[in-house]
């Protein structure tokens, strides 16, 4: 494909990712029954069958039939590290061979594959050089075809301006796309943005949802709004068992293991740093449930991180 088509596909797929996020951001404004609806189901490793752990890097990617496998899987069938521990194929000695491979299933349409082959891009992995405007334009194509991480992922790279112009609008946009199709780091970030707005109960709504989901972080915010008068004590108790519940889900001895044997421990966070909209510790400004308006905007600067 020459320059000249490269560029009009790559017009031609950022107009429908804002056309995507212009349609959820509407939809948003007009009824919030998409935005705050359940959602979908966190897929589950084929292997043993237990859903997938949040965090992308306790997971792996086989481009060869295009399943994700769990790292406790990974670690426990790979045994024989020259073929597949899915469908036991032969795997590529090499990175130029891993990468063809990669490409191939792009070109299939496979929206996982695109979006990891952006995040080998974006890190300058097997063997690539480095590359962030091939990454977000291999994102853009992956938020089409419906993966949430490639949403999330431009969500970031229009609020930082990398690899694209600095737009807010459109990085919540794609963040609210992330998060009706499952991603629950993006509805944190949508809640924090509300407590700027100071739309608590929004802000309340997206963070039982993720925390739902075994998100760390947005279980943490609903504590601090608990702690603040803003969170009701049954909808913390609800959100703390369903947090544990959805944790422990995700747990097996083998992946336990495996984390071990890679980290030594927790795994790293695998998400940027938004520095405006951290949640940090909530006793700094609430000692004695102190509930002055000046106790509660230093506990807003605390949860926003303004």
């Keep these: 494909m020459d320059t ?14 804002t056309e995507c996020c212009n349609a959820s951001w509407h939809a948003a404004k007009q009824h919030d029954g998409a935005l705050f609806s359940q959602p979908p189901p966190i897929d589950e490793c084929p292997i043993c069958m237990l859903p997938l752990k949040m965090n992308r890097l306790e997971r ?48 299939a349409g496979d929206a996982l594959a695109t979006f990891c082959l952006g995040c080998l891009y974006d890190g300058g992995r097997r063997g690539l050089r480095r590359d962030r405007d091939k990454a977000v334009k291999l994102w853009l194509r992956a938020a089409v075809l419906g993966n ?29 796309l992330a998060a009706i199709r499952g991603d629950a780091g993006s509805r944190y970030i949508l809640g924090t943005n509300e407590v700027c707005l100071r739309n608590y109960d929004r802000a309340l709504n997206h963070f039982v949802i993720s925390a739902v989901a075994g998100h760390d972080e947005s ?44 980290w030594g421990g927790a795994a790293p966070v695998d998400t940027p ?18 509930s002055s308006t000046e106790t509660t905007e230093k506990a807003e600067a605390e949860i926003t991180g303004v």
């Design 4 to 17: 000249i088509a490269v560029v009009v596909a790559d017009e031609q797929w950022l107009a429908q990712l």
């Design 60 to 107: 792996a990617y086989y481009p060869c039939c295009g399943k994700e496998i769990c790292i406790g899987c990974v670690y426990a069938l790979g045994h024989n590290r020259r073929k597949c521990v899915f469908c036991r194929t032969p795997m590529n000695t090499s990175n130029r061979e891993l990468i063809k491979q990669f490409e191939s299933r792009v070109e």
């Design 148 to 176: 949430a991480g490639a949403s999330s992922m431009i969500g970031y790279a229009c609020c930082y301006g990398s690899g694209v112009e600095v737009d807010h609008e459109k990085a919540l946009g794609c963040w609210k």
């Design 219 to 262: 279980l943490t915010a609903i504590q601090m709004f608990y702690m603040l008068g803003y969170a009701p004590k049954d909808v913390f108790e609800k959100a703390l068992r369903a947090h544990y519940k959805a944790k422990k889900e995700t747990e097996s001895d083998q992946r336990e293991t495996a984390t071990a044997l890679l």
């Design 273 to 290: 740093a938004l520095p405006r909209l951290r949640m940090l510790r909530l006793h700094t400004y609430t000692a004695g449930n102190d």
